[in-house]
């Protein structure tokens, strides 16, 4: 159920991923890595480099390899199997389940209880412990009790700001176990993996066929040494899963499958469909930060933070990125997927912290890329599509009949009904009059957009320039339209259309400079202007020129989008009276993501 892509066109990416993760061979601390590309229920291309172990074959898609903190989202997904059946609440202490935290000493008088949503989320405040953590994994029962009796240090009081905690996850665990009745272990083999028929995924070595079994390394001397494998115990819950990348993508596809929310019955999946939707929101913000991405991006702002067991990334281009890399002694590994399609990466390595976080990223972005795969997906309410019927027909001809049962009762109250229907009549006039073909029957100028499904922006073809329409519904059973804005965009002068041609030619161009033949008056900082252009390139990509502006008065003003794939920027130009450009600028609008919304007008949504 998520939006239709061509995964042929995916097959054209197939190249520049084993270019990837072969340049990731040779540069990563690992022998070996295999990897895949999810889509469609099924994986489209699988490959593998190196080798699974000294002298050993080449790691392939059932190749099993350790995938550490990955298996955080299944102790997640076991916490809320159990919220499902009623058996704990979120908002729960940790301590009403785990006895030996009932008397927990928090950081300070103030601070609120230490509850199973603080520890999903990572927002516990307790300290970030890799690699500590990683080295307890066999601990047994019942000296995790004393540990947890003996108390525990915070970094921060609960629930004031993310620090990723491994701790936190293993008395997840113990939540799951006190209140399952088995072991983590065991909730996770029969309520998740053996549903899913994720037969090669486990807890214990022992549990994985010789010769499926991918040995983890660490560099010493100059050589690989292989790492002993740990036993499966009470940290398990933070990071003990083996696991393919066959199994790994039949997990992301089923978290894939949770879109859109939608009427239909639940799927099989063990958890509902609804919950892994929850699993793959942001529930506490990671600080944002500037970066460059690997990703085959440029200077970006990397934006997301933690949901439940996993992690939400939102790109400027793609939106919605869903995540998580792992990291253990002798293996890395990294899932990512992108909900509005179900495309998706996996990668795993036996190399000691192996950080294969950055090919699985670019090989995603090439996927992506490749498709030209939307941000998201939305689709409309009915009411919202039937208003735009509506309005039409009122900026064809008003009837205040009609009008009353299409607004709401603020309309008249923002706006007088008679100037209302006085500045749509100007907004018509000044375009010429709209088409006579039939209302609702025109053309876009440019396709519909929205940002939620009771929201609707779309254009109208005038005789000599066009309408900007948008409307918002309330949100009563009958919904009616709250927010009407019309706006006129003449057709710009035949002066100011050439200026914007000459000028957008010129700052799109590689490098941008301003035209020789414009004249700029003494208010215009050609330099600033130029600046801006390169600026924008080097941010996000090249600009490409639109014909149609975005606003206008028809004769000396007027504005046009510069888009690139990644953002929207505004280019606003004034003439005067002899041609002079007197007021020029170049400013960012929107992010790209905005602008890559796939809009579903087929059969509404409810």
Known sequence: MTIP????????AETKVDELFATAHRELAAPGIAYGVVGGDEILHAGGVGESAAGGTVPSQDSVF?????????????????????????????????????????????????????LLTMSGGLPTDDPWADRQESMSARDLDRLLEGGLTFAAAPDTGFEYSNLGFVILGRVVANLAGAPLCEVVRSRLLEPLGMSSTCFAAADVPAAALVTGHHRHGGAWVAEPFSGPGEFSALGGLFSSVADIATWITGFAA??????????????????????????????????????????????GGYGYGLVVEHHPRWGVIVSHSGGYPGFGSHMRWHPATGLGVVALANGRYARVYQPAASALAAVLTAVNAPSRRLRPLAATTAARTAVEQLLGGWDDTQADELFASNVDLDLSRSDRRAAVATAVGALGGLPTT????????????????AHLAWTVPGAAGHLDVEVRLTPQLRPAVQTLVVTAVPDPSPALDRAYRALSGALTATPASWPPALRAGPGVDVAEVVRAATAATALCGPLAASGTPTRSDGTTTAAWA???????????????EDGVVTRCALA???????????????????
Do not use: Y
Request: aromatic fraction near 2%; glycine fraction near 6%.
């Open 5 to 12: 892509v061509d995964l042929a066109a995916a097959a054209t």
């Open 66 to 118: 350790r995938i550490a903190s990955m298996t955080k989202s299944f102790t997640a997904a076991c916490v809320l199997l159990l919220r499902d059946a009623g058996t704990l609440a979120l908002d729960d202490p940790v301590g009403k389940h785990v006895p030996q935290l009932a008397g927990l000493v928090l950081p300070t008088a103030d601070s609120p209880p230490l509850t199973i949503r603080s």
């Open 258 to 303: 949770a879109f859109p929310a939608r009427d239909e019955p639940e799927d099989g999946h063990p958890l509902s469909r609804a919950s892994r939707r929850a699993m793959q929101q942001q529930h506490r913000a990671i600080d944002p930060r500037v970066a460059l991405s690997m990703a085959g991006d440029l200077v970006h702002l990397e934006n």
């Open 438 to 453: 039939g209302a609702g029957t025109a053309p876009d100028v440019s396709g519909p957009r929205a940002d939620s499904a």
């Open 562 to 576: 510069l888009t690139s794939d990644r953002a929207t920027w505004q280019l606003s130009l004034t003439l005067g």
């Open 588 to 606: 960012p609008v929107a992010s790209s993501a905005d602008h890559h919304v796939a809009l579903d007008l087929g059969p509404p949504a409810r």
